[in-house]
């Protein structure tokens, strides 16, 4: 399994563009993630989906959009780039529990990170 | 008040000292609890969860004080691997499946 999957892994934009940071996961995973982290600060969920087809937002969703059309795809388009959008960008999966009731188990397994910057 | 909130740190501590750190949640019910770890410019790992009663992990020790509404990790006999930041994760709701990490604590183990 090659887990969470982002590209790219580096990516330049100037002011006023847009673009799609990808991410995939191999593992089945019904719910996935996408979180910002700015230089020393801590994780802030933007969006995040418990399904295919079903998408909400996280803590900071302003600037970005999403789509879960597959279990395995969770990409996170940026509309009209702006310098508050340099960040690193995390994509995180994580399984339900088995009881029959699809809870998050607080595992979350991460990409290795989108390390974005808007000149 | 933010939902989740850590002392940013650094602890600077010599190696082989015990150290611990909390993280306060606004939320009186939230549910489940978790601590992450994050070395420099990866991505974050979980280190354990914490369950009601307080559990360990070699030297980890993980507690939780709902009357408080704090967690908190221990760390015995630190190492200098031990350095790195440590991310608090609180869930309010299991089903709701919002999951938001506090700010992190860095720890730096010195020889």
């Known amino acids: 399994n090659a887990g969470v999957t982002q590209t790219p892994k580096f990516r330049i934009l100037k002011i006023g563009q847009s673009m799609t940071l990808q991410c995939a996961q191999d593992m089945n995973h019904n719910y996935m993630y996408w979180y910002r982290q700015d230089p020393g600060m801590g994780l802030k969920l933007i969006y995040y989906s418990v399904g295919a087809g079903i998408t909400d937002k996280g803590e900071v969703p302003n600037g970005y959009n999403v789509s879960r059309s597959t279990t395995e795809d969770f990409p996170l388009r940026l509309e009209l780039a702006a310098p508050s959008q340099t960040s690193v960008y995390f994509c995180?999966?994580?399984?339900?529990?088995?009881?029959?009731?699809?809870?998050?188990?607080?595992?979350?397994?991460f990409g290795e990170g989108s390390r974005l910057t808007v000149l | 008040r933010k939902e989740v909130e850590q002392d940013p740190g650094p602890f600077n501590v010599p190696e082989g000292a015990t150290v611990a750190f909390n993280c306060t949640y606004s939320n009186s019910a939230s549910q489940s609890f978790f601590w992450y770890r994050q070395d420099c410019r990866k991505e974050p790992k979980l280190l354990m969860s914490v369950y009601s009663s307080g559990n360990e992990d070699g030297r980890f020790t993980a507690q939780l004080n709902r009357a408080s509404q704090y967690i908190s990790l221990l760390i015995r006999d630190s190492k200098l691997s031990d350095s790195a930041t440590y991310l608090c994760?609180?869930?309010?709701?299991?089903?709701?499946?919002?999951?938001?990490f506090g700010s992190g604590t860095r720890l730096s183990i010195r020889p």
């Open positions: 994760v609180v869930i309010r709701n299991p089903s709701a499946s919002k999951i938001i």
């Open positions: 995180a999966s994580s399984y339900s529990g088995t009881s029959g009731r699809a809870v998050a188990t607080g595992e979350l397994f």
